[in-house]
């Protein structure tokens, strides 16, 4: 019987783009040519651990910040990938849904309606739907950023 286990995990890291020639050269490892052209990051887990990954690897995982103590704005407005907008007739009346596709994946969804059909607008709708889920992100990614810096336990 195996003893694997099934992990997630969240950590604020620091990192800075580097090749694995210049990784393994820094090491004192033995280099080659074909390291140049591995794209890469140093990654700094703590003052006493680093390690290198590919840049694959690295941009999959992990999403760069603009201040390492709270989310901003930018922060927010940088998770979405793709913004869907549309008007929708529900139970008779016009109304504006708002579909935010993240980075990671994940779909927010929001609608907003009018009282009486003849005040609808699909610009201010939309506002008022954005709102909301920029608040979700925020809340999302403040989670996240909370995890990271101060662990799950």
Not at 73 to 81: L, T
Not at 89 to 113: D, M, R
């Amino acid at each position: 019987m195996s003893n694997k286990a099934n992990y997630i995990g969240v950590k604020q890291i620091q990192a800075e783009p580097m090749n694995l020639f210049d990784y393994r050269a820094l090491k004192g490892a033995p280099t080659g040519e074909a390291h140049k052209s591995q794209e890469g990051y140093l990654v700094h887990y703590s003052p006493e651990y680093s390690s290198w990954s590919p840049k694959e690897v690295f941009e999959k995982a992990y999403l760069q910040i603009k201040d390492p103590t709270r989310i901003t704005e930018d922060d927010v407005k940088s998770f979405i990938k793709e913004v869907n907008v549309y008007t929708k007739e529900v139970f008779g009346k016009p109304s504006t849904h708002v579909e935010v596709l993240l980075l990671n994946g994940y779909i927010i969804t929001e609608q907003s309606t009018s009282v009486d059909p003849v005040n609808y607008s699909m610009e201010i709708g939309e506002e008022i739907c954005m709102e909301r889920i920029y608040t979700k992100i925020w809340d999302l990614l403040g989670f996240t950023l909370a995890t990271a810096r101060f662990g799950i336990k």
